[in-house]
């Protein structure tokens, strides 16, 4: 897979290159380029930003801008392309479409910033590929590239061999709708809280037991929405019990 990202702060980008990215990327298995938009600028102040038609606190970022450094990033590659934008105004990302951009050839993503892009900009690439406008959570951000660093990671861990145990990706939290369970490790009592006797009884149907009923019970608490979300046939009658 090949991901490009245009920005005009490249530096927020350098944490794609470490640890387990930064493997995936040394192995061959990611393709990342990251672009600084104002190199498709040709005044002497690189003016990327303009005022907003209509009135209204803050700058938007020119179209004629963006336009040059799509038109130029997707001729760069022959493979097909997803335009994926985020904004606060965006559909929320979900695991799901971490997984369907998992399969993607080439992800190219639009780093905004001020009060984001033109409009004109996701209209026109609309018409000739896939352009997602996406938000990453109900909250506020300054600008784009922090929300395009938490979908690379979770497309990223999705490609085959880039994680070491693949059935961490398909035991993730929302692989079967529900949260996951808590964790522990040694030692069997820290702070004089002991680890749950049944992961230490080597019983796996007790042990697959108990974890199911405690990731239904965090995803009740914590995020009944996923329950109700769950297909008729998910949960089954031991589940209904709990
Ligand atoms: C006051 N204004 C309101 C509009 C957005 C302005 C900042 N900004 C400019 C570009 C841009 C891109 C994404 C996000 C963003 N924020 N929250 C999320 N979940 C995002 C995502 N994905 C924010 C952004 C600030």
């Known amino acids: 897979m090949r991901i490009d990202v245009v920005t005009i702060f490249p530096g927020y980008l350098a944490p794609l290159r470490e640890a387990l990215l930064g493997r995936a990327i040394g192995s061959g298995l990611l393709d990342v380029a990251v672009h600084d938009l104002r190199d498709w600028t040709h005044d002497v102040h690189q003016a990327v930003d303009d005022s907003p038609y209509g009135g209204g606190p803050g700058m938007v970022m020119r179209p004629q801008v963006w336009g040059d450094a799509l038109d130029a990033v997707l001729a760069a590659d022959e493979r097909p392309a997803r335009l994926v934008v985020p904004t606060p105004a965006g559909r929320p990302f979900t695991q799901a479409d971490a997984h369907a951009y998992a399969a993607e050839e080439r992800l190219v993503f639009a780093c905004g910033r001020y009060e984001g892009i033109d409009q004109r900009v996701v209209d026109h690439y609309a018409d000739a590929l896939p352009v997602d406008e996406i938000s990453i959570g109900d909250y506020v951000l300054v600008g784009g590239e922090v929300a395009v660093l938490v979908v690379v990671e979770a497309v990223a861990r999705l490609l085959p061999g880039v994680l070491g145990n693949p059935r961490s990706a398909a035991e993730d939290s929302f692989s079967d709708g ?23 009884s080597g019983n796996h149907g007790a042990i697959a037991r108990w974890r199911r009923d405690r990731a239904l019970e965090r995803t009740v608490a914590r995020r009944p929405d ?8 998910a949960l089954d009658k031991k589940d209904r019990a709990l």
């Open 226 to 233: 996923l329950l109700a979300a769950l297909p008729p046939d």
């Open 178 to 200: 529900l949260l996951e369970g808590p964790s522990y490790t040694r030692p069997e009592v820290w702070r004089d809280r002991p680890v749950p006797d049944v992961l230490r």
